[in-house]
């Protein structure tokens, strides 16, 4: 079985600063993993994923993640925060075999000016 | 259209009556995917689709819930008897097949409330 664990539920920034959301997962098979962000009343939109290419993967609107095998871990990252990245973050996994997703239970991100 | 489409956007229904959501997911997209996003239970995984295979639907909650898809392309989420607890946010999505590591685009979702 797989599982998604992701720490805080909610996170406060101010802009400019560091975004870091943290996501480790479990998985019995190498795993596919996904960020996706969720803005209010809509629906969720890759930011990005890894998919065995390499290790850091960069997505949009400046976010990255870093895939470390050895700490089963897939860490969002952006160097600097804007306004317009509060919103709610969501990491998923899916095994090798089918592409159905597991979600962690979510991060909110809020950013003070 | 260029992204998934739902309707309806918003569904205010009584308790015991059935509802139908709707999806029409991205064109050329074999692999249709219905999700669940309710407080408390986050984003769950209800049943997915990919061409002409029998779907997985080892996330249905109970039997009241059903899906099918015509045509291999607009999916119809079935919920009968609605209770209260089925009110969530019903997120349709789609992918070009079911190979993992493919992207999954989702729609705006359905936003169900039992009243």
């Known amino acids: 079985a797989q599982s998604v664990t992701q720490l805080g539920s909610h996170v406060s920034v101010s802009e400019g600063a560091l975004v870091l959301l943290r996501c480790n997962y479990s998985?019995?098979?190498?795993?596919?993993l996904f960020w996706y962000v969720q803005y209010p009343n809509q629906g969720l939109q890759l930011l990005l994923k890894?998919?065995?290419?390499?290790?850091l993967v960069k997505g949009i609107n400046g976010f990255e993640a870093e895939f470390k095998k050895s700490e089963t871990s897939f860490h969002l990252t952006k160097p600097s925060a804007h306004m317009s990245d509060a919103a709610e973050y969501f990491c998923a996994v899916t095994k090798a075999a089918g592409n159905k997703l597991t979600f962690g239970g979510g991060t909110r991100v809020l950013v003070k000016p | 259209g260029a992204g998934v489409s739902q309707s309806p956007s918003n569904k205010v229904t009584e308790k015991g009556k059935d509802v139908e959501l709707r999806c029409d997911p991205i064109s050329g997209h074999t692999a249709l995917y219905w999700y669940r996003q309710s407080l408390g239970q986050g984003l769950e995984f209800l049943i997915y689709f990919q061409g002409n295979s029998a779907p997985d639907k080892s996330g249905l909650p109970s039997d009241r819930f059903s899906a099918e898809r015509t045509g291999g392309s607009v999916s119809t989420l079935t919920i009968q008897r609605t209770q209260q607890e089925d009110s969530a946010v019903y997120l349709c999505?789609?992918?070009?097949?079911?190979?993992?590591?493919?992207?999954?685009?989702f729609g705006e979702g359905s936003w169900l409330t039992v009243v």
């Open positions: 890894y998919t065995s290419a390499a290790t």
């Open positions: 999505a789609s992918s070009f097949d079911a190979d993992s590591g493919n992207t999954i685009y």
């Open positions: 998985s019995s098979v190498p795993p596919y």
